[in-house]
C-alpha cells in the first residue's frame, strides 16, 4: 500500500531530523498535503498510527495535517479554477491548457519534540 510506505518515509525523516536537533521524542509532525499529490488521509494516518509504535522515539506522535486545495491557472484565458482531481480542461473556455499551481504538495512543515535534557528531568 502507497500510504504505509510514505508514513514509513515521513517517519524516517522525522527521527533523523529530531536526532539531529538531540530531540528524545517526538510529539508532533505537521505536514502539508496537497489536494491533487495522490495522497489517501484516512490510510496514510491509519499507516502513520501504525508504524509509529516501531520506535519509542515516535511512539506517541501526533500527525497534524494541513490540506492544501488544488488550484489551476488555464493559460489560454488565465481562468483561476479550483481542481479536486487532476483534470486539465479548463470550465471556460474548455482548453486543456490547464497548468497546477497548488496542490501537489507532500512534504513536513515541522517537528516539535521533547529535548534529551527535558526527558530525562521529567523522569526524576
Ligand atoms: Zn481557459
Known sequence: ????????????????????????SIDRITVRIGG???????PLEFAFSFLRKEDPMTEK??????QV????VCSTCG???????????????????V????????LILSIEGQEEKAESQAET
Do not use: W
Request: glycine share 8%.
Open 79 to 97: 481562468e483561476e479554477i479550483e481542481l479536486e482531481h487532476i483534470f486539465l480542461y479548463c470550465p471556460k473556455c474548455n482548453t486543456p491548457t
Open 1 to 24: 500500500m502507497h500510504e504505509f510506505s510514505l508514513a514509513a518515509d515521513l517517519l524516517n525523516v522525522a527521527r533523523d531530523e529530531a536526532r539531529r536537533h538531540n530531540l528524545a
Open 99 to 106: 497548468e497546477i499551481t497548488a496542490g501537489k504538495e507532500f
Open 61 to 66: 506522535t501526533g500527525m497534524v495535517i494541513e
Open 69 to 72: 486545495q488544488g488550484r489551476g
Open 36 to 42: 491533487l499529490s495522490g495522497v489517501c488521509i484516512d
